[in-house]
Nanobody, 124 residues
Framework: QVQLVESGGGLVQTGGSLRLACARS????????RSWYRQLPGKERELVAA???????????DSVKGRFTLSRDNGTTVRSTLYLQMNGLNPEDTGMYFC??????????????WGQGTQVTVSS
């Protein structure tokens, strides 16, 4: 079992910055993808940024590329924190942001975990 706890959301003005954190604890995986998703009002949940281990390959959605940066602390495979630095925020970034982890299981299965989400609101 894996627990993901997000923090860092809040209210910010257009052009401002926030740093979201996702504290991870639980069963370690040798291969996994950790991601930030968001759900904007009236829209489906979408991928914001993701990092895959091993290899540390990072990808961003086109809508946040150049403004958001994904990073992690030097934690262990059991406990670590994934960060999302968000700069140049605008009202279109307003929504609930979720941390996600996915790892391969046996026989083609996947383990998938979600945090409870943290609200980001950008005022104009």
């Amino acid at each position: 079992q894996v627990q993901l706890v997000e923090s860092g959301g809040g209210l910010v003005q257009t052009g401002g910055s926030l740093r979201l954190a996702c504290a991870r604890s639980g069963v370690p995986f040798n291969q996994y993808t950790r991601s930030w998703y968001r759900q904007l009002p009236g829209k489906e949940r979408e991928l914001v940024a993701a990092v895959t281990y091993p290899g540390n390959s990072v990808r961003y959605s086109d809508s946040v590329k150049g403004r958001f940066t994904l990073s992690r602390d030097n934690g262990t495979t059991v406990r670590s924190t994934l960060y999302l630095q968000m700069n140049g925020l605008n009202p279109e970034d307003t929504g609930m942001y979720f941390c996600h982890e996915e790892a391969p299981g046996g026989a083609g299965r996947k383990y998938t975990y979600w945090g409870q989400g943290t609200q980001v609101t950008v005022s104009s």
